[in-house]
């Protein structure tokens, strides 16, 4: 990554300053030093605000991929900038809880933006009498269930691969994309509109 200059950008440390006492008044030093302090304005602006170069809710939009790339994450450029903001900012988080429901559905959400759904194939359960039947099915297998307004602006390949890569990695698994239901009206829900007269 590299930053460009910024015209008439002035210096927060001019190197004039810092000058020894006797080439203060020296105008060949003070002129050689006036004309470094355009070359490193941009490096000391960039050093001051390092900080936020780090933070994913502050870093330009060009650093976002680079920060990224820090916590292994792989952004989706055609995603919108907030999602991968979200997602850079979750990265930490989410690698605490790498293959579990609670994190696939978390990184699923802020990958798509949809509401996400697991239906996982085991279970648990307590019986105060042995040889109860166990929960679930002997079969292994996670279902994802994906609910967007149009499917059809999903890329499926890409959801697949997410979920490849952060499910158990014993556990066969479907992706399933279901549209959500349009909102209904206040009519369909049997709600009158108001009545504007009404007082």
């Given at each position: 990554?590299?930053?460009?200059?910024?015209?008439?950008?002035?210096?927060?440390?001019?190197?004039?300053?810092?000058?020894?006492?006797?080439?203060?008044?020296?105008?060949?030093?003070?002129?050689?030093?006036a004309g470094l302090d355009p070359l490193l304005a941009p490096v000391f602006l960039t050093l001051d605000c390092l900080h936020a170069y780090l933070d994913p809710t502050l870093t330009p939009p060009d650093f976002l991929p680079w920060l990224a790339s820090w916590l292994g994450?792989?952004?989706?450029?055609?995603m919108?900038?907030?999602?991968?903001?979200?997602?850079?900012?979750?990265?930490?988080?989410?690698?605490?809880?790498?293959?579990?429901?609670?994190?696939?559905?978390?990184?699923?959400?802020?990958?798509?933006?949809?509401?996400?759904?697991?239906?996982?194939?085991?279970?648990?359960?307590w019986a105060a009498v042995a040889g109860a039947d166990?929960?679930?099915?002997?079969?292994?297998?996670?279902?994802v269930t994906v609910r967007v307004p149009d499917p059809s602006r999903v890329d499926l390949d890409r959801l697949r691969q997410a979920v490849h890569a952060l499910r158990p990695a014993h556990l066969p698994y479907e992706?399933?994309?279901e549209q959500l239901p349009a909102p209904r009206s206040r009519a369909h829900r049997g709600l009158r509109p108001p009545d504007p007269s009404a007082g």
């Open positions: 990554m590299s930053r460009g200059t910024v015209p008439g950008l002035a210096s927060a440390h001019p190197l004039g300053e810092l000058l020894p006492g006797v080439y203060l008044e020296d105008p060949m030093a003070r002129g050689l030093t994450v792989e952004l989706d450029e055609t919108p900038e907030d999602r991968q903001r979200a997602l850079v900012a979750a990265a930490g988080r989410l690698h605490h809880r790498h293959g579990t429901a609670a994190g696939l559905t978390e990184y699923l959400e802020l990958l798509t933006g949809a509401t996400v759904e697991l239906q996982e194939s085991g279970g648990t359960v166990p929960p679930g099915s002997p079969t292994p297998g996670l279902t992706v399933v994309l």
